[in-house]
């Protein structure tokens, strides 16, 4: 079974977890996706996968996930993760203090790869990231085509 836990600010998060259950369901992949604050530790005992997802918020993620990273380390050692954030299109700001913020801090995934390695868990792919139009969205066009790219790399890790 495959567990995304997210978490969510404007609701982005948590569309693109919601879409790659519907992808992996679609693929006859056992998923559910869970907010962050919600999970247990049966609940990360019973995944056979973990996908972790947050928005970028200050170039790391969000608060109730890095507290989750924390408090949840020793139970996510030696699992098999993937992982994916959402992101504003750094492209398309003409702000030169935003783009040396990310340069020097990155975004989301940045955080989780650092972390979860140091705990040693089992990355089972690159990262993936979904644009975010302005602060609060609503997600790019493109988001719907890499959703589905996800979801079946995500598939043929499961299988």
Do not use: W
Not at 28 to 55: F, N, Q, R, Y
Not at 91 to 113: P, Q, T
């Amino acid at each position: 079974m495959v567990l995304i836990i997210y978490d969510s600010v404007y609701g982005n998060t948590e569309k693109v977890a919601h879409a790659i259950i519907t992808n992996l369901v679609k693929q006859g992949v056992l998923a559910t996706a869970k907010k962050v604050a919600a999970v247990t530790d049966k609940d990360i005992e019973k995944a056979h996968l973990i996908v972790l997802g947050s928005p970028t918020r200050a170039f790391q993620p969000s608060e109730p996930m890095k507290l989750f990273l924390k408090q949840k380390s020793k139970l996510l050692a030696a699992r098999r993760i993937a992982i994916f954030d959402t992101r504003v299109d750094i492209a398309s700001v003409k702000s030169m203090f935003l783009h040396f913020m990310v340069k020097h801090f990155g975004y989301a995934n940045d955080y989780f790869v650092k972390h979860l390695k140091r705990v040693k868990t089992h990355l089972v792919m690159p990262p993936y990231f979904f644009i975010v139009h302005g602060a609060e969205g609503p997600l790019a066009e493109s988001c719907k085509s890499k959703i589905a790219e996800f979801a079946k790399a995500i598939a043929k890790v499961e299988k």
